[in-house]
């Protein structure tokens, strides 16, 4: 009975704790739109890039976040915007995300992605595709079009190509820098210091929000291997009342934590902030495992948290309000 | 302010009502071991199956049950327990799980599996295998001897092989009824009423939760579809703290909602019983989408909860009271 009445007391005492942290907040100020990007999270640190390479990162950046914003400004769904900004990174070859992907123990690419939209929580997510040439947009068409969430392999590609997406050979996607590094001998081969995975969220002049992520996976993976890249849950999630979440990081514990799920819970039934939601997963629950790693999440009134508990994570973020900013590295204010 | 007051005041009576409704319960008396299972949900009514029919099923289901139990009465870990019930829903060809598992489009068997340990959250996932005999256990192969938790196609079939798992050609797994199905100008075709999937929650004498789930997937599936059963956080889930879950039902939604997760979420931030978790998830939510499915929930405490919003569910479970009980249809008692 004691026990009872202290929890009684004990209860209230604390979710009002969460209040204070303040709840996803109906009463912030909305932007029309806002759109954040994430480019991976790793051993980031400015002695590892030349300054060409590093304002060759930030331009890169800057043009996807642009790309998302003119779909934005247009009244465009936050899901076009997210495959808009996704899209441009994905045919770059500075990310490990279509062009530029990272290779498998075979020496091929074989790339994950997932797409979700907040508004109805519809999702597509594809895994293990070899020639869609933009493996985001083969998610959107499978939430869009098809009956399912989630297609692998050939027969993923097979639905891309027979739906009018571009398909190219295998060997588009590996750049000299990979191939280099997938030659064990090769003299310039360098150590991974990075997660690869782009991801990005947004939300439009009409209150939705979206979240996507795509990704080459992990270096050197076997078997099939399947990252939380395109798994709804661990590396994406969308839900136009609480949070859009897109994550980088050591994919299997996001996998097992179902991080962006999480986060999306503790903003739903805890009525924390985006960025309690996100530190505590990035700096409380993974640190306590060891595990690296970083998320980008979006509330319902654009409110951004870009944690990640690296020493840099390429992130970016435009908003209406015409505030806006691109970074590689921690120390960077 | 008002609204701040307000607020204040509403939120611990809102959060009261749940704890009216009771936490997990330190204070429930623990059982030795329990252990639960089900065979999927549907149509499944009395004239849809003869005598002898629903005698094998019934008798497969104990046959199931009494092998987890001899784990667990043993001390055996949860996850062996969960392990041992699915092999012998999968070895029988009444199940859609190894044999008996429902054909593809080309004709085709392509199974999914995936396992949960709660005691460290360690998961392990199999995608879209051919010849791996038994599913379930190369899922936690994957666990427990991978450094990843998703494994897919030929890359989990040649793992499973490589590590010495029985594999078999993938005529073993096609039974002469799903053949006929197949076919569709077959006289004795008949529509699918049941969404397959094959499941286990478990708690053993050292208080640990495992959760396990096996299918054939979809019947007619094309474009390598991946379901919510090799999903963790969508079909499986498990934590010492919480909960363990096996869901089945229409996958794309339970992997849309986060099915497994979410119950596990509304138990660990809500502090609601898996009755009222279970209950929202498949009579409310799932209901509101016209989703048809069901779950197979266990506490921490061995307290069980199996709703479902089907006509029937194949079901069962042991304890170590002695109480038992295994039933197919909705209205029995």
């Given at each position: 009975m004691l026990k009872r009445i202290i929890l009684l007391l004990i209860v209230p005492l604390f979710m009002l704790s969460g209040c204070?942290?303040?709840?996803?907040?109906?009463?912030?100020?909305?932007?029309?739109?806002?759109v954040a990007i994430h480019g991976g999270a790793g051993w980031i640190t400015p002695d590892r890039y030349s300054d060409?390479?590093?304002?060759?990162?930030?331009?890169?950046?800057?043009?996807?976040?642009?790309?998302?914003?003119?779909?934005?400004?247009?009244?465009?769904?936050?899901?076009?915007?997210?495959?808009?900004?996704?899209?441009?990174l994905e045919d770059s070859p500075i990310?490990?995300?279509?062009?530029?992907?990272?290779?498998?123990?075979?020496?091929?690419v074989e790339m994950d992605a997932s797409i979700m939209n907040g508004k109805d929580e519809q999702a597509g997510a594809i895994a293990g595709v070899k020639h869609v040439k933009n493996p985001i947009s083969a998610a959107r068409l499978?939430?869009?079009?098809?009956?399912?969430?989630?297609?692998?392999?050939?027969?993923?590609?097979?639905?891309?190509?027979?739906?009018?997406?571009?398909t190219v050979p295998n060997h588009y996607?590996?750049?000299?820098?990979?191939?280099?590094?997938?030659?064990?001998?090769?003299?310039?081969?360098?150590?991974?210091?990075?997660?690869?995975?782009?991801?990005?969220?947004?939300?439009?002049?009409?209150g939705n929000l979206a979240a996507g992520t795509s990704t080459g996976g992990m270096a050197d993976k076997e078997y099939g291997r399947i990252g939380d890249s395109p798994i709804i849950g661990a590396g994406t999630y969308a839900n136009n009342e609480t949070v859009?979440?897109?994550?980088?990081?050591?994919?299997?514990?996001?996998?097992?934590?179902?991080?962006?799920?999480?986060?999306?819970?503790?903003?739903?039934?805890?009525?924390?902030?985006?960025?309690?939601?996100?530190d505590f997963i990035i700096h409380r629950k993974l640190k306590y495992y060891d595990v690296n790693g970083g998320v980008i999440v979006m509330d319902r009134n654009g409110k951004i948290a870009m944690p990640f508990n690296t020493p840099g994570m390429y992130r970016g973020f435009i908003k209406s309000t015409g505030e806006?900013?691109?970074?590689?590295y921690g120390e960077e204010k």
């Open positions: 204070y942290y303040g709840n996803t907040g109906a009463d912030a100020e909305r932007p029309e739109y806002v060409e390479e590093e304002a060759a990162a930030r331009a890169k950046m800057n043009e996807a976040l642009e790309a998302a914003e003119a779909v934005l400004k247009n009244k465009g769904h936050a899901v076009e915007a997210v495959e808009a900004a996704i899209n441009i990310f490990n995300a279509g062009k530029g992907a990272v290779l498998t123990a075979d020496g091929t499978v939430m869009e079009k098809s009956k399912h969430v989630m297609l692998s392999g050939e027969g993923a590609d097979k639905y891309a190509a027979e739906n009018g997406l571009d996607f590996i750049t000299e820098k990979r191939a280099k590094n997938y030659n064990k001998n090769h003299p310039d081969k360098e150590p991974i210091h990075k997660f690869g995975t782009v991801g990005c969220v947004a939300l439009d002049s009409e859009a979440v897109s994550a980088t990081g050591h994919g299997e514990y996001f996998i097992r934590f179902s991080v962006a799920r999480d986060i999306h819970s503790m903003v739903e039934y805890n009525r924390w902030t985006v960025e309690r939601a996100a806006r900013d691109v970074k590689l």
